[in-house]
């Protein structure tokens, strides 16, 4: 099969979640023996390169970030240049990744209207929320507020901005991937159609699980809690410091922050030093999969405490692969990946009682860490590989084919 993956950026120019996703399956599908072509956009100088994967184009598509709200909808100059490339490759089927930046909405028009199938992943919350739904009030509520949206983006707010994405969508799309129950269910109350959950995978043989110390080992280091995400209030990063604040001194881990944020870094480590944990946290900056094994290596327990509708984190299934114990956020896709009680603990982060409580528990208990690590990874072999994520995906590319 031949497919045409469009995203606004591809690895390595994309750091985040949806990037990884994206090559991951596309290194799936070229194993398989299907010829993919990637057209991503970049803020430098246009290129062509094959890489292991795919042939990858980069389009030059820079514009003033204030513009957003507008030009991620339709972006005149991209447009043509994305159809050239699909007349080109002629694919059997379009996947588009995150287009909401600088191909836009936009290109699934011009993929359809060349006859081509086209099957959307959505992400992230961006196609019903400019703000990633982080006005959001429990793991139930799922629609934005224009208002809380108008005094975040102010004179950058378009109020047009979902509707005209929405039929964008409905009217040019095929098949819509939501990577968890939570996002299927936020684009549905939003008035998206064609959709059904696909859960992202890992190859669980690249993050190997490693046995932790036995509880007589004699090993006297503070347990090391790992948060593995960008940087930013919205991960849970102070709420975990609230929490391992209630903490008795002499039981409190050091606190590893596996992630960057230039910007935000500077306030997470004065907050840090307002509780007097200065000393118990290290920030890693970001870091390639190689050494996010080790730093799973080394990991007591990893924390994925969100403050927002996290739709799906990776750390959640790449812990758990490794064998270790996650505290996951009870907002979001957290409670369709860890299994409480089971495969660790789902906490509302806000509630910092129940939230060093399950810290506790886990710290002080090495045998229970190694229960639930070793359950955890039974259930991503179970349900989160990226085999299983590739099957699922390559049916929904038949079913949007058949329907042409």
Aim: hydrophobic share 40%.
């Amino acid at each position: 099969m031949r497919i045409a993956v469009l995203i606004d950026f591809y690895p390595p120019e994309n750091r985040g979640g949806a990037g990884i996703v994206a090559q991951r399956l596309n290194r799936h599908f070229a194993d398989e023996g299907h010829e993919i072509l990637v057209v991503a956009s970049t803020n430098g100088e246009p290129s062509t390169e094959q890489v292991e994967e795919a042939e990858v184009v980069r389009l030059a598509l820079d514009y003033p970030e204030r513009f957003r709200n507008y030009r991620g909808i339709q972006n005149p100059p991209a447009l043509p240049l994305v159809g050239e490339q699909l007349r080109r490759f002629r694919p059997d089927v379009v996947h588009a990744h995150n287009v909401h930046h600088h191909l836009s909405f936009g290109a699934l028009g011009v993929a359809d209207e060349l006859g081509f199938p086209v099957v959307l992943t959505s992400h992230d919350y961006l196609m019903v929320c400019c703000g990633r739904l982080t006005c959001a009030t429990g793991p139930t509520d799922l629609k934005p507020r224009q208002l809380h949206c108008l005094a975040q983006q102010r004179f950058r707010y378009n109020p047009l901005r979902r509707s005209r994405i929405r039929r964008l969508v409905n009217r040019h799309v095929d098949r819509v991937l939501a990577i968890s129950d939570v996002m299927h269910r936020a684009l549905a109350l939003n008035g998206f159609h064609f959709l059904e959950t696909v859960h992202n995978g890992i190859d669980p043989f690249t993050w190997p699980a490693n046995d932790p110390a036995p509880a007589d080992s004699g090993n006297t280091e503070a347990p090391l809690v790992v948060l593995p995400a960008r940087l930013s209030a919205e991960k849970g990063t102070e709420r975990l410091l609230d929490a391992v604040a209630l903490l008795p001194t002499p039981e409190r881990p050091c606190i590893l922050f596996a992630g960057d944020n230039p910007r935000y870094q500077p306030a997470l480590e004065a907050y840090a030093a307002h509780l007097g944990l200065g000393d118990r946290i290290e920030i890693s900056g970001w870091v390639d999969q190689a050494r996010m094994v080790e730093i799973f290596r080394s990991a007591d327990i990893v924390v994925t405490p969100s403050t927002y509708p996290d739709p799906f984190n990776l750390g959640n299934i790449e812990a758990m692969a490794s064998a270790r114990p996650v505290i996951a956020s009870a907002f979001g896709g957290g409670p369709e990946i860890v299994r409480d009680g089971e495969t660790g603990y789902v906490v509302d982060p806000n509630d910092t009682p129940l939230f060093a409580r399950r810290l506790a528990a886990l710290l002080g208990d090495p045998d229970l860490r190694a229960t639930m690590g070793a359950a955890g990874r039974r259930r991503v072999l179970e349900s989160f590989t990226l085999a299983r994520q590739a099957g699922a995906v390559m049916a929904a590319y038949e079913r949007a084919i058949a329907a042409r």
